[in-house]
């Protein structure tokens, strides 16, 4: 193995560089990480444009990873050299009341690894063994990038405790907001309708299972809810574009005494009707993150064949790469669902 490694940096909005650093020795309750991919999503754009509310410079980025292990700590025991794994890159206290009752994801101190603490944009990365989940034999490293983003869908599909035969809405079709679609179908819901102002994600959208593709630009969000549901509307909204309009169409629409979940960041403080939402005795939820059995569930759906990732796969870079991801995804914005970078 080598002495030294590659680590990337962003030093300030727009600018990266990289630095050789010693090849981390895994402490004895942890594992080294040889990194193979990693995944870059919404909020790393926002950290290279400078707009993350949570996010200092420097800083080594990548959360959404694979890699395989190279070397065990001390007292490890339930992995072996040479498995396959991707990272939970939650960092939390274990000790406020979130923690305590379960919800981690809410920690009062939550740290997330490429935006409050060093990420594994490394060639190597030493990491807890409790955070790290085998990735099934015949998945590729590139799946096990997209692990991180699958499982915040799963999550918030569960946010929804009757999901099995509801009518859903998904506003936004992301990267996110269609692998939300499949989470929500391999949950068993009975009808999704999605929307977005781009016709190639809503064509992508409806080639991975959204029943009804709505383009909003063109048809009328209200009337488009009762042609596909009828009277009755939708049981539950999940808002996974983050604006004041996808926010007020589910309002404004929602059926009374329904739920909207909010699964997208806002960037900018929201201006909601909170009179409309109160007359219809809406329930308003959010969802944040992830837990260690979402995890489990979203490696689960894809090795069950029934979340395919690699079709939101839209180009690779090399690590030396990493500035020209992020220059592609800015000139690519309506045709780009996820760029990966490719580890030496």
Wanted: aromatic letters at 8%.
């Amino acid at each position: 193995m080598k002495e030294t490694m590659l680590q990337e940096v962003m030093t300030e909005p727009k600018h990266i560089t990289f630095r050789a650093i010693p090849v981390p020795e895994p402490g004895p309750d942890q594992v080294l990480v040889r990194i193979k991919n990693i995944g870059v999503c919404g909020s790393d754009i926002h950290v290279w444009h400078g707009t993350h509310p949570y996010t200092s410079y420097p800083v080594t980025q990548g959360h959404e990873v694979s890699g395989e292990i190279v070397k065990l700590g001390e007292y490890v025991k339930e992995f072996e050299v040479g498995q396959k794994v991707t990272i939970e890159p939650q960092v939390f206290c274990g000790r406020c009341y979130p923690c305590l009752h379960g919800k981690y994801n809410l920690c009062e101190k939550l740290k997330v690894m490429g935006f409050q603490t060093t990420g594994t944009a490394s060639e190597y990365f030493a990491v807890d063994a409790s955070k790290v989940d085998l990735l099934p034999d015949g998945m590729s490293f590139a799946e096990g990038a997209m692990i991180e983003p699958l499982a915040v869908t799963v999550h918030a599909a569960k946010r929804f405790p009757d999901v099995k035969g509801a009518n859903c809405v998904v506003l936004g079709c992301g990267p996110i907001g269609i692998l939300l679609i499949q989470s929500l179908k391999a949950f068993g819901a009975a009808k999704v309708m999605a929307t977005d102002i781009s016709d190639t994600r809503l064509a992508l959208a409806a080639s991975l299972g959204a029943d009804v593709a709505v383009n909003t630009k063109d048809h009328d969000f209200a009337e488009a809810l009762m042609d596909t549901f009828g009277p009755d509307k939708a049981d539950v909204m999940y808002d996974c574009a983050g604006s004041d309009i996808t926010m007020d169409q589910a309002i404004q629409n929602a059926r009374k005494g329904s739920t909207i979940i909010l699964v997208a960041v806002f960037g900018k403080r929201a201006s909601v009707d909170l009179a409309k939402l109160n007359d219809s005795e809406l329930d308003l939820n959010t969802s944040m993150m992830y837990r260690h059995e979402d995890y489990v569930d979203a490696l689960r759906l894809v090795n069950e064949g029934k979340i395919k990732l690699e079709p939101l796969m839209s180009k690779h870079f090399a690590f030396a790469d990493y500035a020209a991801a992020y220059e592609y995804i800015d000139a690519n914005r309506e045709s780009t669902m996820k760029v990966l970078i490719d580890m030496p």
